[in-house]
């Protein structure tokens, strides 16, 4: 977790650059500039999906987005669930072998979300099968 005063820092200020006024005026770029100026310490899940998305801010968003997907390994943005650990596991090769404290907390979420799914598959999907069939509803 970032100290509380990088929280209230934005990425402006993180990085030591001011994007400004974007100049192409799309809902994707007005609202990664945007994000810029925010406080991370406020990002919501939505906001780090699409700045992780577009790989930027990585050495402070990608943090905040593990302890999102720590909490939750399914924590979903505006599209569907875990649309966040999509975006986090698109991030490209380079930044996790600079970041190994931080690949090892994505294999640990990985390692959470593997677990589930054999527990899907091995014990909750055959007991349902059992009871009820292919079905997966009252019908």
Request: one cysteine or more.
């Amino acid at each position: 977790m970032p100290t509380k005063e990088v929280l209230e820092c934005t990425l402006d200020e993180l990085e030591g650059v001011t994007w400004g006024e974007a100049d192409y005026q799309s809902h994707l770029v007005t609202e990664c500039h945007r994000l810029r100026t925010v406080p991370i310490g406020r990002f919501t899940v939505e906001n780090l999906r699409i700045m992780i998305g577009q790989q930027l801010g990585l050495p402070f968003l990608v943090p905040l987005a593990l302890d999102k997907l720590e909490e939750n390994p399914f924590a979903e943005g505006d599209f569907y669930r875990g649309d966040l650990l999509l975006m986090v596991l698109k991030v490209k090769s380079e930044f996790w072998q600079r970041n190994s404290d931080l690949l090892s907390r994505l294999c640990a979420v990985m390692a959470e979300v593997q677990s589930l799914i054999e527990f899907v598959n091995e014990e909750a999907l055959p007991e349902w099968n059992s009871h009820f069939g292919q079905t997966m509803g009252p019908g």
